[in-house]
């Protein structure tokens, strides 16, 4: 069997890295890959460096319509017996119509759940011999919208958690970001984009700081939003509070050393990050929305509150702070069902069922 693959990220979020894993997994069984990516991508080097077999195209944007033409002749170069496209810049649709003409079964991956245009979902989705979904979550949103159930599957990410178990080098991370001793801190790691929710945190940030005087708060990420955020911030007067460290590629380093980490997300598909500070044990306080209850089991491996809601965010977060003790259960609880419930293993058997299915 040869699959080719298409990710049309640029960057190595949470997306990419399954993407990778994937890949790197199907190889270890015996599959054939090639993994398509546009050119100078972030992706395509890691893919290099880490020997999995790749191939750079041209790519405009999501209005580049030369590129199926391009993606096509490449499909028929490379002969796969089914193509899995990754990502929804350009690739869902773009990358549909190329494969389409060549009349190799066609597979996308959802990451997301925010609803699509109504006009466009039935249209887009034929394309289409089956459809896999991170949650159920991001399942029942397509189904909601019409696409054809018999045609979904849900296999959910998974995590390599071998990064994120080394102990925190504590006085290195205190040098890092310059933080004193004893000093508590909260992380958040998510693109700077409005459905991740960094307006309601900076909304709790003084609520939280009234229990907890001088905890510290690393917003790891970047994004379109950064400067919007950082300007809330310095008119708040939390520039001594509030730290952007900026997208680390040495996070695995850093998670372990948080006190909780927080996702006040209004939209999500899974949630990374969530299984990224499971690994790393740290508990977890997230908004119940999307695909996030799917990934952090409330009371058990973290809190679930209601989204955008900045109140519950603070009373959370104090809780956990106050109580060291539940924070670290939660951890470990977090830590053990990572490993569990979210292997690579598992996610690469559950993508390779779905191409044996159409092959």
Known sequence: MKVAHLETGTHLYGGALQVLLLVEGLQKRGIKNVLVTPEESAVAAEASRRKLPVQTLPMAGEADLLFPLRFRRLIGAESPDLVHLHSRRGADTLGAMGARWTGVPLILTR??????????????????????????????????????????????????????????????????????????VVGMGAQFIPRKGHDILLEAIPRILETHPGTRFLLFGKGPLREQVSDRVQAAGLEAEVMFPGFREDLAAHLPCLDLLVHPATMEGLGIILLQAGAAGIPVVASAAGGIPEAIVHDETGLLIPPNDPEALALAVCALLSDQERAEALGAAGKKRVREEFSVHRMVEGNLDVYQELI
């Open 111 to 184: 990451r997301v759940d925010n609803p699509e245009p109504s006009w466009a979902v039935r249209a887009k989705y034929n394309l289409f011999d089956r459809v896999i979904t991170i949650s159920e979550a991001i399942r029942a949103v397509l189904v909601k919208q019409g696409v054809d159930h018999a045609k979904i599957r849900c296999v959910r990410s998974a995590l390599d958690p071998f990064p994120f178990t080394s102990p925190c080098q504590h006085d290195a991370f205190l040098a890092e970001f310059g933080i004193e001793p004893e000093i508590r």
